[in-house]
């Protein structure tokens, strides 16, 4: 008789296919769980050493990221040490955009009177970490400072080459808290102080002539700013100048048992070292954007005007 009549011999055979097709089925789960299982154990150690290493870079760094952002108060001109002869392709050139840039770049551009940077702090470590104070850095004025009669005498002007009236441009359009600070970095106290509330504001100076007041109140040191792991705070940092002058700025920083002084890019097109123009009564060219439109124009430097900067100081009234 054939097997697959038999019904004996199937009646054996079922349940050995079926329970062995099921013991099949389970040891191939049982196999693609354990991988699945080692799988994502593998993934938790990466993820674990990621950490670790994240932890470590942060703990041999700086305690704090610094990040730059666009200041509501952009500068209202500029100077180039030498007399600019032509515009040249510039002259049709109506945006501020990365070749504007490039050409007050290329031309030493510095802001004149006043200036300001933005930059966030925000903290990076599990640990308290406090923003003490900052300082100006290797500040030169060399117009300002003299040792000898001989060196007064010998004193270069400010800068007086071209005069520029930069294209218009938009605000940082940011609406965000800061902390308002400023330094008067042609004056021998270079200590870092709060700006007061409303200013810079737009003024009639004595003579009658148009300018800008910036009032400057309690020293930055005696209000550290606190900060824990991720706090953010964003300062507003103003230079003003009467002078032609070259500087650096540091801000001092403790976490931990660290207490740092960190350098930072203060410059108008992002460097360390930045650059400000005093003013002067008159320029050897004018630049400005052309009023009927369409790019820029240069035009009799008599024409020009650089508003005045009043600095005042108030570190005794309240909302200083």
């Not at 808290?177 to 004056?187: D, K, L, P, Y």
């Not at 630049?287 to 009043?310: A, D, F, H, L, T």
Request: glycine content about 10%; some cysteine.
């Amino acid at each position: 008789m054939p097997w697959y009549k038999n019904s004996t011999i199937i009646a054996a055979l079922i349940p050995t296919v079926i329970f062995g097709g099921i013991t099949v089925w389970q040891n191939s789960q049982n196999n693609e769980s354990n991988e699945k299982g080692a799988d994502s154990a593998a993934s938790g150690e990466a993820r674990e050493k990621r950490n670790e290493d994240k932890e470590k870079s942060i703990a041999a760094g700086p305690p704090i990221s610094i990040t730059a952002g666009s200041p509501d108060w952009l500068p209202v001109q500029y100077v180039f040490p030498k007399r600019l002869q032509s515009l040249g392709e510039m002259k049709g050139h109506a945006d501020w955009d990365d070749e504007y840039g490039e050409w007050l770049k290329k031309n030493q551009a510095r802001p004149i009177g006043l200036y300001s940077v933005r930059l966030t702090m925000a903290a990076l470590r599990d640990e308290t970490t406090i923003i003490q104070d900052f300082k100006l850095k290797d500040r030169d004025c060399p117009n300002t400072v003299h040792n000898t009669v001989e060196d007064a005498l010998n004193a270069p002007p400010n800068m007086h080459g071209t005069l520029v009236d930069p294209l218009p441009v938009g605000g940082s359009g940011e609406d965000v808290q800061r902390t308002v600070i400023g330094f008067e970095v042609s004056q021998y106290d270079t200590v870092a102080r709060s700006v007061w509330k409303g200013y810079p504001e737009p003024i009639t100076a004595d003579d009658g002539m148009f300018g800008y007041e910036i009032k400057f109140g309690k020293r930055v040191s005696e209000r550290p700013v606190v900060l824990e792991q991720k706090d953010a705070r964003t300062f507003d940092i103003f230079f003003a100048s009467g002078a032609d002058c070259t500087f650096g700025l540091e801000v001092n920083v403790t976490s931990g048992n660290e207490d740092l002084w960190i350098p930072l890019k203060i410059g108008a097109f992002g460097e360390l070292r930045a650059s400000i123009g005093g003013g002067h009564s008159s320029y050897d060219a004018f630049v400005r954007p052309n009023p009927s439109g369409g790019g820029m124009e240069m035009v009799n430097p008599k024409e020009g005007y650089v508003p005045v900067i009043k600095v005042t100081g108030d570190d005794v009234s309240p909302g200083a």
